[in-house]
């Protein structure tokens, strides 16, 4: 069983920086793709970025030109990198790994953008 754990969430000002970082305990070569997506209060889990084993990485248009999806197959290891946090991108972020039809989750890391 792939277990994925999300880390560097918290509290960031408004036009403020966080990296999310997710570590997978197998190879994540193995997964077609891997994702984060986020779930604020009273709202659904949406997709905010996608990057397969090799092609095109894919972004939500709220967040396009200010996250960056990675990975580092070495460290088995995927990141987001956001940056001019806006109050909506308060949510839960939560990171995926895709194998055909399957999904495996994450726990989920609180993001928090607030003066």
């Known amino acids: 069983q792939v277990q994925l754990v999300e880390s560097g969430g918290g509290l960031v000002q408004p036009g403020g920086s966080l990296r999310l970082s997710c570590a997978a305990s197998?190879?994540?070569?193995?997964?077609?793709?891997m994702g984060w997506y986020r779930q604020a209060p009273g709202k659904q889990r949406e997709l905010v970025a996608t990057?397969?084993?090799?092609?095109?990485?894919n972004y939500a248009n709220s967040v396009k030109g200010r996250f960056t999806i990675s990975r580092d197959n070495a460290k088995n290891t995927v990141y987001l990198q956001m940056n001019s946090l806006k109050p909506e991108d308060t949510a839960v972020y939560y990171c995926?790994?895709?194998?055909?039809?399957?999904?495996?989750w994450g726990q989920g890391t609180q993001v928090t953008v607030s003066s």
């Open positions: 990057i397969p084993r090799a092609g095109i990485k």
């Open positions: 197998g190879s994540i070569f193995s997964f077609d793709a």
């Open positions: 995926a790994g895709h194998i055909a039809t399957m999904t495996y």
